[in-house]
């Protein structure tokens, strides 16, 4: 049995990171990426000198506007995709897969072969991000997200023998599909109900209290209807909350801890999950003790599957462990689109670190809460003049507000005096004297409180929709 990977040492994760890294530049990205084909001619960087991770500084970061849309070219969202074609795979598949196919060909005929190569490298199974690239996943990457998602969930504290009932939204998004894959590949009974329209809170409570569901995964806004309106017999066996996190949840862990407790889960444990589509897998934000919700551990990642860098966003300069900057993400060994080098927009405020996990041992890079994103930032007008605002500072005062039910932040880049952004909480189903008291809080950071009937918020949230809840919605400029 090899080592699994996530107990590794990190001299051991960077030599099994390299070898990989040069196997996919070399044997998949080079040969079948037109769109990184082209980057490395254009800078003259051969792939064979690609050999180490600090190699990879030499390339271009790509970012979202690399993958959006033209007049001249709709199909650029398409342009992570490995596209082989039976010329370059001749020319240029590893051995071993030419000799696989080969034998295959021979036993089985030309159906079997054409199948095997389609595991390796057809998308069979795509998501549609709102912006940035097309993510496509081949069978070989939908063993790989069921895998790491069992991982996610075995982080959490789940597996086999938990029963687990989904309430993410259906859609072509990763937090269905992570949950979906991951609970197949961890062997437990599980029921993705979807969310909103689909099944209402009273009938997920229904089949959570006959199932005696264990771990329930949800966004929050879903989770929070669900606790405030669901008879206890419900939440009777749960142990595991594991909310979809937006970032900025500072302040969230300890409201649903508390939710729970008068809800009849007094032992349950609330943690969250935290995805881009473009990394193709969640991370799981290891449990922290009872007692401290708040204090975190951090999201363990997989460094058999990515290779995560953090840098200065203005310069593009690597920082140092733990210290805050913006998420560059690598694909290592994925399939159906690839990237390199490719800026999340994350902005981690605590960085990544590598020291091992002090809640579970494993060694895997972890992400240390708070998350925030690089557009997250405003220049507002405040009670004490004009400031510069990271949206996560203004989190953690709303999720701290339990008498809150629901509430989004909206920002409208421009639209205050002297060109400055505005900035309001919008808060549904809340009291006049919590508006109120709320406004005080925020009025520092020159966001202003409205309330808001809470249906009316729902629907601009996209509660019921497909798509994940809008805690944080900008507003570009109007023209
Ligand atoms: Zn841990």
């Not at 969202?77 to 010329?87: C, G, T």
């Not at 060994?333 to 494993?362: E, F, Q």
């Not at 405003?378 to 996560?392: H, I, N, Q, T, Y």
Request: proline residues 9%; aromatic residues 8%.
């Amino acid at each position: 049995m090899p080592r699994p990977w996530d107990r590794l040492s990190p001299r051991d994760q960077v030599r099994l990171q390299e070898s990989l890294l040069r196997s996919l530049v070399r044997d998949y990205l080079y040969p079948f990426s037109p769109f990184y084909r082209r980057l490395f001619d254009e800078q003259g960087i051969k792939p064979k000198s690609i050999r180490r991770l600090q190699d990879l500084e030499a390339l271009p970061i790509v970012q979202r506007t690399d993958f959006e849309p033209t007049a001249a070219d709709a199909w650029r969202p398409f342009r992570a995709m490995l596209r082989p074609d039976e010329e370059s795979l001749s020319r240029w598949a590893h051995r071993d897969v030419l000799r696989r196919v080969a034998r295959e060909r021979l036993f089985h005929g030309d159906l079997a072969a054409e199948r095997l190569l389609a595991e390796e490298f057809k998308p069979v199974h795509l998501h549609v991000p709102e912006v940035g690239p097309v993510v496509g996943y081949t069978m070989r990457d939908l063993s790989g997200l069921s895998q790491a998602g069992a991982r996610s969930l075995a982080v959490l504290g789940a597996g086999r023998t938990d029963v687990l009932v989904s309430a993410l939204p259906y859609g072509p998004n990763l937090p269905f599909w992570h949950t979906h894959y991951a609970a197949q590949g961890s062997g437990m009974a599980a029921m993705h109900l979807g969310a909103g329209e689909t099944v209402r809170p009273a009938q997920t409570a229904y089949w959570m209290a006959q199932t005696g569901t264990t771990v329930l995964v949800a966004n929050p806004a879903y989770a929070e209807g669900l606790l405030r309106g669901a008879e206890p017999a419900a939440f009777a066996r749960l142990r595991v909350l594991a909310l979809w996190a937006t970032g900025g949840m500072q302040g969230a862990r300890e409201r649903f801890t508390t939710r729970l407790r008068t809800s009849g889960a007094p032992d349950a444990m609330v943690s969250t999950l935290f995805g881009i589509p473009e990394a193709r897998v969640a991370w799981a934000e290891c449990p922290t003790p009872p007692g401290n919700p708040e204090a975190s551990n951090g999201y363990h990642t997989y460094p058999d599957l990515e290779y995560l860098e953090v840098v200065d966003p203005a310069t593009g300069q690597l920082v140092d462990e733990g210290q805050p900057g913006e998420l560059i993400y690598t694909s290592l060994d994925w399939r159906g689109s690839v990237l390199l080098r490719y800026r999340t927009g994350v902005a981690l405020r605590r960085g990544l670190v590598y020291d091992p996990c002090p809640g579970c041992g494993r060694t895997v890079p972890r992400i240390l809460p708070d998350i925030s994103f690089l557009d997250w930032h405003a220049r507002v007008v405040g009670s004490r003049g004009e400031v510069r605002v990271d949206l996560a500072d203004v989190l953690p005062v709303l999720w701290g507000a339990p008498a809150v039910p629901l509430w989004q932040v909206e920002v409208l880049r421009g639209a205050g005096p002297g060109g400055t952004d505005l900035a309001y909480a919008h808060l549904g189903g809340a009291l006049r004297e919590d508006a109120e008291f709320l406004q005080k809080q925020l009025a520092p950071y020159g966001v202003r409180v409205r309330l808001v009937p809470l249906k009316e918020l729902g629907r601009r949230m996209g509660l019921g929709t497909e798509r994940p809840e809008q805690r944080v919605v900008i507003r570009p400029p109007e023209r």
